[in-house]
């Protein structure tokens, strides 16, 4: 008998979609590309925040009553990255493929003409979700004074650090979540994460109020009025924040602490702890948006209400316990619990006898039925009626209404799983909040954004997501988990309306006493975590832009004395006690200048194959920009220091520059120092030609931040020549592809600290790395990204598992590789390259093409 032949069955095409917020805007805030001196100048401009001296009570630590008040610089916000994900999975797509929207960024409206893109703040565009780097301080400040978003957002998750040990709190590399404290190798290299930490825990506990008080203020003045905030926090100091928060937002808005289990239980001498806390507050409660969830009940071994079975004659018996574990009953039967047909109070027309069964019944001495005469009747017809201890009772089927409202006590769900962070939420429990206190199209705030949990949810449900962190780690873990997620398609409320008009939800019948024996059809519940789901389309994260904080421009030394020289003993102490704890203090940073110098005239620059650069004198310049001048091999060198906590930025490189072009005689090598590099510094120092002049970057030793958190120095190298980005282009000359490109990376010289030496070359540290085939020069907008370190099941593989049908497989795969898909040269005929290696540190390279 011949075999049979296997058919294949073809998976039909759907098309991949995402949800966009027509109906919203948002300002045109910077794209670093065109920020210059110019266009986005450092005017130094602060707001002040106040507190209320007269609360009580209220929680007293060290320094809060000196510091009655705080200013925040008001900075800019700059676009460096404009993210689709759809635009991404178009270079992977099958040819036949279908089904595939417009990008928004692609839309003319998303890109004003260069002489309205350099007016930042003034015309309003599409909304897009957004992924800033910096400190929350800062964005959340820059948000209600740049953007004018006080009273905006619905809600806002905060998931503050728990504990005071550094390692517990911080991850140092993409891949590497088993951080311990207290090991020197597991120590993040990000100087804005070190000054999170001492900004943190200087203090211990006092610094650490002085952390939440002051970014729960601001988020309280970002809430809308009917708002929530969420503050996620362990029970060492869920007393502390309590008060906290009662102090910020008064006691009248306390919501409620939900307990949740976690994953492991908290190493303790005394009783373990396996729970952490949300504490919940509104804004106003007397306006607050609520909307009740519902958990589906379960029939347990400790069920103790609905123990018994009954069929349509009446016999009843208790459920045995097996059939309390499988949950299987015999055919006929209903599971239920006689309940109450007594109320608390009478009137005549519910206190009369009642006959049933051949015996007259009567409610309690001095109550009444739950219904009248009329009612009884009507449930005696369906079977409604239990006798028991001769006392007539209403019986309840568990499959009335099968659920529960959802309380404060969260034991059906553990700590997060498939980590990609060394602390990570489960996302279930946000999803909770949110959709307890959100609508489709609001707007949710994260200022301690992590893995990106809280975006991650708000995507999922249609919420518009604002999220930043000041680690550059968790931004690129964020940025990768969202770019290759997938999400069911909700069917929307009225589609022509979008995302704002809501979802069709699921809706469930409530059968109470009263609507049965009024005859009335029950009343309908809502099952808001239960949309309904269109299978014939795939949804992907919307557009996003990934945004960071502008470092602040550093002074000279001469500047600092002169300010400091000129100021009162009073200025000092105003200035002191008012500087908001994430505002650069730039008197102690540029004192560290002078420590630098001499450090950089010991140690010089290393170089590869174990050169160095050395200086026979290093001295201070009195200029603004440019921090230092000496000699290396009798040629004059000029340096400019980046920040202490922040990147070197582009504004310092270009006004150093303009400095230098002033000098007589003319430096022969201009020297940028820095603990990090903006990737738009870093493109712009390799690319500058000034003949007869060199520009290097040196990248400075995190030891000279983090001495003493180690136990001891990783290298006695302070200062190491970094170079470009090894990025070649290739032209296809014949056959088809003719007049293509192709890009390989082929990696980036890395310091190893552990041998001291300057690895060039190599990619097996590149986590990802983004291509924009046609830059604009403004921010990138790739179209293609990649993964090299993800593994079978991570990155773009389980997306590319449910796309099977849409998705070149191929294709999708080179996506884990180092060479990039053909493309063709568009209008302004140059591509761009951004590398981002384990630390999160980027780096950018432009190719021009033909």
């Known amino acids: 008998m011949p075999k049979k032949k296997k058919t294949t069955v073809k998976t039909a095409k759907k098309p991949i979609v995402s949800y966009k917020h027509l109906d919203k805007e948002r300002l045109n805030n910077p794209p670093v590309g065109i920020v210059t001196p110019e266009t986005d100048p450092d005017a130094g401009k602060k707001k002040k925040y106040e507190y209320d001296p007269h609360l009580d009570p209220q929680l007293v630590w060290a320094g809060k009553a000196e510091r009655t008040s705080f200013e925040i610089p008001t900075v800019s916000l700059h676009v460096h990255e404009r993210i689709d994900a759809r635009t991404i999975l178009e270079a992977v797509k099958k040819k036949n493929g279908n089904g595939w929207q417009g990008g928004l960024f692609d839309s003319p409206d998303e890109n004003l003409p260069l002489r309205d893109a350099i007016h930042f703040y003034k015309h309003k565009m599409g909304w897009t979700n957004r992924l800033i780097a910096g400190d929350s301080l800062l964005v ?45 190798e597991d120590l993040t290299q990000e100087p804005e994460m070190i000054k999170a930490f001492r900004d943190t825990w200087e203090l211990g506990i006092h610094s650490y109020l002085a952390y939440l008080r002051d970014r729960l203020l601001l988020a309280r003045d970002l809430l809308h009025e009917s708002g ?59 306006k607050s948006k609520f909307k009740g969830l519902f958990i589906k009940k379960k029939i347990g071994i400790d069920e103790t209400e609905f123990n018994q079975i009954i069929n349509n004659k009446s016999e009843y ?24 047909l007594n109320s608390r109070s009478g009137s005549e027309t519910t206190s009369l006898p009642f006959e049933f069964k051949d015996n007259k019944y009567k409610p309690r001495k001095g109550a009444g039925w739950r219904t009248n005469i009329e009612g009884l009747k009507v449930l005696a017809s369906k079977n409604r009626l239990f006798i028991t201890n001769n006392t007539l009772r209403y019986i309840h089927y568990f499959d009335d209404f099968p659920y529960s409202m959802l309380t404060n006590i969260w034991d059906d769900i553990m700590g997060a799983t498939n980590l990609i962070y060394a602390v990570q939420t489960n996302p279930i429990a946000i999803q909770r909040c949110m959709l307890m206190t959100t609508d489709p199209g609001d707007l949710v705030l994260d200022f301690t954004c992590g893995s990106g949990t809280t975006a991650y949810v708000a995507e999922q449900w249609g919420r518009r997501w604002i999220t930043c962190d000041t680690s550059r780690v968790a931004t690129a873990l964020t940025k990768q988990r969202l770019m290759t997620a997938l999400f069911d398609y909700y069917e929307l409320a009225h589609p022509p309306e979008g995302v704002g008009s809501g979802f069709k939800y699921k809706t469930v019948p409530h059968i109470t006493l009263k609507s049965i024996a009024n005859n009335e059809p029950p009343p309908q519940e809502t099952l808001y975590d239960q949309p309904y789901k269109d299978k014939n389309k795939v949804r992907v994260t919307g557009p996003f832009t990934v945004e960071a904080v502008p470092a602040p421009i550093v002074k000279s030394i001469d500047d600092i004395a002169l300010e400091i020289g000129t100021a009162t003993a009073d200025d000092i102490a105003i200035t002191t006690a008012t500087a908001a704890d994430v505002s650069i203090s730039r008197s102690g940073e540029t004192l560290r200048q002078n420590e630098w110098k001499d450090e950089l005239l010991r140690t010089g620059i290393r170089a590869k194959a174990g050169k160095h650069i050395r200086f026979t004198r290093i001295e201070t310049l009195p200029t603004r920009w440019l921090h230092a001048e000496g000699e290396a091999d009798g040629e004059r060198v000029v340096v400019s220091f980046g920040p202490e906590y922040a990147p070197l930025e582009q504004r310092q490189v270009e006004l150093a520059i303009e400095e230098a072009q002033t000098l007589v005689p003319k430096p022969k090598l201009i020297v940028f120092a820095a603990f990090q590099f903006d990737p738009e510094a870093s493109k712009d120092i390799d690319e500058l030609n000034w003949p007869g002049v060199t520009l290097i970057k040196a990248q400075m030793n995190a030891d000279l931040l983090t001495e003493d958190l180690k136990k001891k120095r990783s290298s006695n190298e302070s200062f190491w020549l970094i170079g470009q980005p090894d990025v070649r282009v290739e032209k296809i000359c014949k056959g088809e592809d003719a007049g293509k490109y192709k890009i390989e990376v082929h990696g980036f010289d890395y310091y190893n600290p552990v041998n001291g030496l300057i690895e060039s070359g190599g990619t097996e540290k590149i986590a990802m790395w983004m291509l924009d085939t046609d830059y604009d020069g403004r921010s990138l907008y790739p179209q293609q ?52 290696d384990d630390r999160g540190i980027e780096s950018l390279k432009i190719v021009e093409l033909e």
């Open 785 to 836: 990204v990649f993964f090299p370190m993800s593994g079978a099941k991570d990155g773009w593989s389980r997306l590319a598992k449910n796309l099977k049908a849409e998705i070149d497989e191929d294709l999708i795969e080179q996506y884990r590789g180092t060479v990039s898909l053909l493309f063709s040269s568009g209008e302004f005929k140059r591509a761009a390259v951004k590398i981002i």
């Open 140 to 184: 959340m400040n820059s948000l209600i004074e740049k953007e004018g978003m006080a009273g905006q957002v619905q809600m806002i998750y905060f998931d503050p650090p728990y504990g005071i040990k550094y390692g517990s709190n911080f991850q140092p590399f993409v891949n590497k979540r088993d951080v311990k404290d207290g090991k020197d």
């Open 317 to 340: 018996r208790t459920l045995t316990n097996q059939e309390r574990l499988s949950c299987e009953i015999p055919e006929g039967y209903r599971i239920f619990k006689s309940t109450d």
């Open 228 to 286: 929530s905030i969420f503050v996620q926090i362990s029970n060492e100091n869920i007393h502390h924040v309590k008060e906290l928060m009662d102090e910020i937002f008064g006691n009248k808005n306390f919501a409620n602490i939900i307990a949740f289990k976690k994953s492991g239980s908290q190493t303790t001498s005394l009783m373990p702890s396996v729970c952490d806390y949300i504490v919940w507050y509104i804004k106003n409660m007397d």
